[in-house]
């Protein structure tokens, strides 16, 4: 209706001049005929120019008064005509806000004495207010002093106003012709193909979004480490198996067997199977004597090793199990140099909290050779730490069952505008690394950090439940942008 009004319009007419008094006068709503003038405008049927005008509309507390009538109005007629009325008898009959607005403007225009008891002083007044707001509403103009005190009180806003005005376009017709958009098999069936008009294809059109896969942060973030490693000449170590030996996980590493980390209260222990059958016997032997023993310059634990709590199966509490591994299978062959990293899962007994997890990811970076000492380890920690972006780095001595010495490590954060632990260090203890066949010239340097932390510090995340479980927002996956850590 409202297409057929605007096209036949300008049929007989050279132009509208607005779509808003062209509206009016055809009985139409405004906002179809700018929807009908948009879309004969995308196809050239008629060329539209925009219109501005700022208006001013009433607010909620103006139509109000417009249909009710000013507070000083509403105020002046509650007082009896003769006689006078006591203040608070007058704010029982009236509104909270009628009343306290009506005695501010009442008493202003002179309308009435204000005391404890109110009286009128004029017999007839105007409600110059209703009649101003009822003005706007019908569209008229204002004066500007009337605007200002209408705007001053808060009963009017202004609004702009959007319209258009309309001529002829290159594609006029008086009506709009119907194009096709598919060629279809009855088309050609009828031949009517050849009368058609088609729509011009859009080729600078943007298709709908295609559906495909997100990488989650940490992913991001572990592809940037893992480069990071490559590229310092690192191999990756195979780190699929999650259940591990309390042989591998805890024995290998020269951890007594009555060390807390060892407690069901810390660590997840299977029932089924519960425990592992495939150790090497006379490797198990040596790591036996030297917890009860000792040897290698090590007075050992000095306490009876048991069997069965090594054979128990558990979810790895860490990768060095996986590096443990890799060191025995490095013994039993001849001696050469390895740079080893890996970047997996690991599990432990823990409270939930925004901080912590009963899983999460473990990095852990490995250099095995002749002749290392700690000053070695500083210099390769701060290689890989300022690959991170981190270059300010301290260094603070630990205890760890298989490292020694072994330090923990610091950077200092710019946004929190302090130091903030980030990972753990050391050197393999030879107690660890003689029994599995390590020339005793060659030293492991080691470092561990969490995936997590640092996932968290680049992506602004402050709780980790929001970043790794079954909590996860979906949508956080999709809008997260690239990881970029600063590889020099």
Request: hydrophobic share 35%; net charge neutral; aromatic share 10%.
């Amino acid at each position: 209706m409202a297409e057929d009004a605007v096209l036949g319009y300008l049929a007989t007419h050279e132009e509208m001049l607005d779509s808003g008094q062209f509206a009016s006068e055809h009985g139409l709503d405004h906002n179809e005929v700018v929807n009908v003038i948009k879309s004969l405008h995308g196809f050239r049927y008629i060329d539209a120019q925009d219109i501005k005008r700022e208006t001013w509309v009433l607010t909620d507390e103006g139509k109000k008064y417009a249909a009710e009538g000013s507070p000083e109005v509403q105020l002046f007629l509650a007082v009896p005509p003769e006689g006078s009325i006591s203040k608070d008898e007058l704010q029982k009959n009236l509104d909270p806000s009628v009343f306290k607005i009506g005695c501010s403007q009442a008493g202003k225009n002179k309308w009435v004495e204000m005391g404890k008891q109110v009286s009128r002083k004029v017999q007839h007044v105007e409600d110059k207010v209703k009649n101003l707001l009822m003005r706007i509403q019908d569209g008229e103009a204002l004066e500007k002093d009337d605007i200002n005190s209408l705007k001053a009180r808060k009963l009017i806003v202004p609004q702009t106003w959007k319209g258009y005005s309309v001529k002829k376009g290159p594609n006029y017709a008086p009506k709009r012709k119907k194009v096709a958009t598919d060629l279809t098999r009855e088309n050609l069936q009828r031949g009517d193909w050849k009368e058609l008009e088609f729509k011009e294809y859009n080729f600078n059109a943007k298709g709908p979004p295609a559906e495909a896969g997100h990488l989650h942060p940490l992913l991001k973030v572990k592809d940037q480490l893992k480069n990071i490693f490559l590229q310092m000449g690192f191999e990756e170590m195979p780190t699929n198996n999650f259940v591990e030996s309390s042989f591998w996980n805890f024995d290998a590493l020269f951890q007594p067997q009555q060390h807390p980390a060892r407690d069901s209260h810390d660590t997840f222990f299977l029932e089924v199977p519960s425990t592992t059958r495939q150790l090497p016997e006379d490797y198990v032997e040596l790591v036996k004597r030297v917890h009860e023993d000792g040897g290698y310059g090590s007075r050992g634990y000095g306490y009876e090793w048991k069997r069965e709590e090594a054979n128990k199966n558990l979810l790895r509490t860490h990768t060095t199990a996986v590096s443990t591994r890799m060191l025995y299978a490095l013994g039993k062959q001849p001696f050469a140099p390895k740079r080893y990293f890996s970047i997996d899962r690991v599990f432990r007994n823990e409270a939930v909290d925004r901080t912590h997890l009963a899983e999460f990811h473990q990095i852990e970076g490995l250099i095995c050779d002749r002749g290392l000492t700690l000053g070695d380890l500083i210099g390769v920690l701060h290689d890989f730490f300022s690959r991170l972006g981190m270059s300010k780095l301290r260094f603070k001595p630990a205890y760890n069952p298989y490292t020694e010495p072994s330090m923990e490590i610091f950077s200092y954060h710019e946004g929190l505008g302090k130091w903030v632990e980030i990972g753990n260090s050391g050197m393999f203890r030879p107690e660890m690394l003689l029994p599995m066949g390590i020339p005793e010239d060659v030293r492991v340097i080691a470092w561990g950090l969490s995936l997590e932390r640092p996932t968290m510090i680049l992506y602004g995340i402050s709780n980790i439940r929001d970043l790794f479980g079954h909590k996860v927002d979906l949508s956080l996956i999709k809008r997260n942008p690239i990881c970029r850590i600063g590889i020099n």
